[in-house]
């Protein structure tokens, strides 16, 4: 007899890629157009959770490990912050994109510095809702199923 999740198996391993494709493209767009880290890493992170809620907690977990996630919010914030300094050290001001490329008519030092920073808040954003949902899909339930 075949399982009743096949179906779910089979769109899921389809939907996933292009989720994570997706997210990607709302991440490297977000600069023309409404959408950015933020946005990106919430998308990103959806495909882990879409994938623990149909292969279980447990083949997410080895998939994308809760350690993953606890050093990806950190290096995030670690990401955003070291542009920052890095504009210093240039010679601008924390988190003054211009310094990153001398020709301002191009605005080409903006596009490498928001995408730096986005990038951060992208690494960030993903690791902490995957985080999130793994905190609230593991813990152990106080009422039984017998006691509904």
């Given amino acids: 007899m075949m399982s009743p999740h096949v179906i779910l198996r089979v769109v899921a391993k389809v939907l996933i ?24 890493g919430v998308v990103l992170a959806s495909a882990i959770i879409l ?15 809760p ?23 240039m010679g601008g001001q ?19 510095g928001i995408i730096a920073v986005e990038v951060g808040v992208l690494t960030t954003v993903t690791c902490v809702m995957i985080a999130i949902f793994y905190a609230f899909a593991g813990r152990t339930p106080e009422i039984s199923d017998e006691d509904w």
């Fill in 94 to 112: 924390f988190l003054e994109y211009t310094v990153f490329h001398p020709d301002i008519s191009h605005g080409t030092g903006q596009h490498i």
């Fill in 17 to 40: 890629p292009m989720i994570i494709v997706y997210g990607f493209y709302v991440h490297f767009h977000g600069e023309y157009s409404p959408g950015g880290g933020f946005q990106a």
């Fill in 51 to 65: 994938y623990a809620l149909i292969f279980g907690l447990d083949a997410a977990r080895k998939v994308f490990p």
């Fill in 67 to 89: 350690y993953w996630a606890r050093v990806g919010m950190a290096l995030g914030g670690f990401i955003y912050a070291s542009v920052g300094f890095v504009s210093l050290m």
